[in-house]
C-alpha cells in the first residue's frame, strides 16, 4: 500500500468527469488499498480517485466511530438513486485546504454501487454518512463542495488560493 500525494484545487484533474470502472482486478483493489491508505495518513473519512489524479468512478469512505480501528468501505460506479428530506453540516475537503463550511445536502439517499468484486450492491444513507457519500460522488463529477457555496464565499476562497499559490512562488 502506497500513500499518494492529494491534488488540490485548483488542479484541473479535480474538475473531470471521471470514467467508470469496468474492469475489476488486482489494479482496482491495489487503487483502492492506495486510496485507504492516502485517506486514513491524511487524515479524511473518504476519499475519491481523482483526488489522487486517477479518473475513475471509485470512492472509499470509512466512517467508523472507533479511532485506530480501520473499516472502509470501497464503492465502485456509485449512484445515488434515491434521495429524500435536507441537511444542513459543516463540510471540508483534503482538496481544498484551509476552509469549512456549511453545505446543504440530502439528509437519507440511497446508492447504488459495485463491490470491489463488481457485484452489484445498494446501500441506504442517513445523516453524516449521507453528508460523506454525497460529497465524494460530486467528486467522480468533477464538482468541488465549494461549489454548492455562495458566489460570494467562492470568491473570497479563490482569492485565498491565489494568495497562497504566489506566496509559495516568491523567493524569501
Ligand atoms: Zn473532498
Known amino acids: 500500500m502506497t500513500i499518494r500525494a492529494i491534488l488540490t484545487y485548483p488542479d484541473p484533474a479535480l474538475r473531470r468527469e471521471t470514467d467508470t470502472v469496468a474492469i475489476f482486478d488486482t ?14 495518513d491524511a487524515p479524511g473519512i473518504g ?3 481523482c483526488q489522487i489524479g486517477v479518473s475513475r468512478q471509485v470512492i472509499v469512505v470509512d466512517l467508523s466511530e472507533k479511532k485506530g480501528q480501520r473499516n472502509f468501505m470501497p464503492l465502485i460506479n456509485p449512484k445515488i438513486i434515491d434521495k429524500e428530506g435536507h441537511q444542513i453540516d459543516e463540510e471540508g475537503c483534503l482538496s481544498v485546504p484551509e476552509l469549512t463550511s456549511k453545505v446543504k445536502r440530502f439528509k437519507r439517499i440511497v446508492v447504488s454501487y ?4 463488481g457485484r452489484p450492491a445498494e ?9 460523506v457519500l454525497q460529497h465524494e460522488i460530486d467528486h467522480l463529477h468533477g464538482i468541488l463542495f465549494i461549489d454548492h457555496l455562495s458566489s460570494l464565499k467562492r470568491r473570497l476562497y479563490k482569492k485565498k488560493v491565489r494568495k497562497m499559490l ?5 523567493p524569501l
Open 47 to 49: 476519499l475519491a480517485a
Open 27 to 40: 489494479a482496482l483493489q491495489q487503487l483502492v488499498n492506495d486510496m485507504a491508505e492516502t485517506m486514513y
Open 123 to 131: 446501500i441506504s444513507a442517513e445523516d453524516r454518512f449521507a453528508v
Open 166 to 170: 504566489s506566496h509559495e512562488a516568491s
Open 114 to 117: 459495485q463491490d470491489i468484486e
